[in-house]
Nanobody, 127 residues
Framework: QVQLVESGGGLVQPGGSLRLSCAAS????????IGWFRQAPGKEREGVSC????????KYADSVKGRFTVSRDNVKNTASLQMDSLKPEDTAVYYC????????????????????WGQGTQVTVSS
């Protein structure tokens, strides 16, 4: 069964940290760029970050730059999003997604073309 499963969400105080994980099964993540997205209630889905297949090239939304770090482990077939200095406005459901690509240095924060999506994990930043 092909699927992506996120984990690591939860409730954290402002200024705290969380690490989200994305585990792939049923397909080889090595052939895919990975994107992280989030959607808050009443808001459109936002592309938070992405990471390329091989070289680890990354992109970040301005709202998270310097606070979030995306990474991947192609051997373990996983990706991660380290979130530090969290703010209340980071509260959302976070999703990982995968898009197949022949380019090793490419990724996109736009959700178009992403084939596989996880079920989402809730992140709540509140005191």
């Amino acid at each position: 069964q092909v699927q992506l499963v996120e984990s690591g969400g939860g409730l954290v105080q402002p200024g705290g940290s969380l690490r989200l994980s994305c585990a792939a099964s049923g397909f080889d993540l090595d052939s895919y760029a990975i994107g992280w997205f989030r959607q808050a209630p009443g808001k459109e889905r936002e592309g938070v970050s992405c990471i390329s297949r091989k070289t680890g090239s990354t992109k970040y939304a301005d709202s998270v730059k310097g606070r979030f770090t995306v990474s991947r482990d192609n051997v373990k077939n996983t990706a991660s999003l380290q979130m530090d200095s969290l703010k209340p406005e980071d509260t959302a459901v976070y999703y990982c997604a995968a898009v197949v690509t022949g380019y090793t240095t490419w990724c996109r924060r736009d959700s178009a073309g992403y084939t596989y999506w996880g079920q989402g994990t809730q992140v709540t930043v509140s005191s």
